[in-house]
């Protein structure tokens, strides 16, 4: 199983970045893919999670309406369009595979099986 994150970089207050994940070695579309990101003394936190079966999107308040999550089933890669970017969202930023999720469980990190190595967003 491999997450390959990508299209981290640095950018100024108020640009936009697309964020790539592609994903093998698992059954791609049946699962629920989400963005993480970590700063550097914060703890790991999900806020956008994506599930094809339902067709439903998640979001924290925090990205709302600045950041959309799709998918490509065909291509096996997640996106993450972040735009009007902030310094506060300045981290390491994940991709990450549940069986399935739910408004009960989308943020919950422990759900989630499979995991990236991140890549890096510096917002200044």
């Known amino acids: 199983v491999q997450l390959v994150e990508s299209g981290g970089a640095s950018v100024q207050a108020g640009g936009s970045l697309r964020l790539s994940c592609v994903a093998s070695?698992?059954?791609?579309?049946?699962?629920?893919m989400g963005w993480f990101r970590q700063a550097p003394g914060k703890e790991r936190e999900v806020f956008a999670a994506?599930?094809?079966?339902?067709?439903?999107?998640y979001y924290l308040d925090s990205v709302k309406g600045r950041f959309t999550i799709s998918r490509d089933n065909a291509k096996n890669t997640l996106y993450l369009q972040m735009n009007s970017l902030k310094p506060e969202d300045t981290a390491k930023y994940y991709c990450?595979?549940?069986?399935?999720?739910?408004?009960?469980?989308?943020?919950?990190?422990?759900?989630?099986?499979?995991w990236g190595q991140g890549t890096q967003v510096t917002v200044s």
């Open positions: 990450a595979a549940a069986g399935r999720c739910s408004g009960g469980n989308w943020a919950r990190a422990s759900d989630y099986t499979y």
């Open positions: 070695g698992f059954t791609y579309p049946s699962y629920c």
């Open positions: 994506l599930y094809s079966l339902d067709g439903r999107s």
